[in-house]
């Protein structure tokens, strides 16, 4: 059964920096594009960012040159390190393939507030 289990958010002062580790498990996923998404509170999921098993990543807009993905296919594990945080980035933060095939995770917190 496949699973994704994120972690590393917590509360964090706006400027600060975290960084998420997503760990599937149940397959292989190094043959998959990877990405992270967020659910802001009222909001829907969005897409955050990807990367592919080249390793080339894309980002939303409003993330650009502020937070980096990266993954390491022999732990079966994605990384979304978030840097210049802001309020507007509090969310919950999941893991799944570039567009979802798999069932979600729980996601975790991201809370940025002074």
């Known amino acids: 059964q496949v699973r994704f289990a994120e972690s590393g958010g917590e509360l964090v002062q706006p400027g600060g920096s975290l960084r998420l580790s997503c760990a599937a498990s149940?397959?292989?996923?190094?043959?998959?594009?990877m990405a992270w998404y967020r659910r802001a509170p009222g909001q829907q999921r969005e897409f955050v960012a990807r990367?592919?098993?080249?390793?080339?990543?894309r980002y939303l807009e409003s993330v650009k040159g502020r937070f980096t993905i990266s993954r390491d296919n022999a732990k079966n594990t994605v990384y979304l390190q978030m840097n210049s945080l802001k309020p507007e980035d509090t969310a919950l933060y999941y893991c799944?393939?570039?567009?979802?095939?798999?069932?979600w995770g729980q996601g975790t917190q991201v809370s940025v507030s002074s």
């Open positions: 149940g397959r292989d996923f190094s043959p998959y594009v």
């Open positions: 799944n393939t570039d567009i979802p095939l798999f069932s």
């Open positions: 990367i592919t098993t080249a390793g080339i990543s």
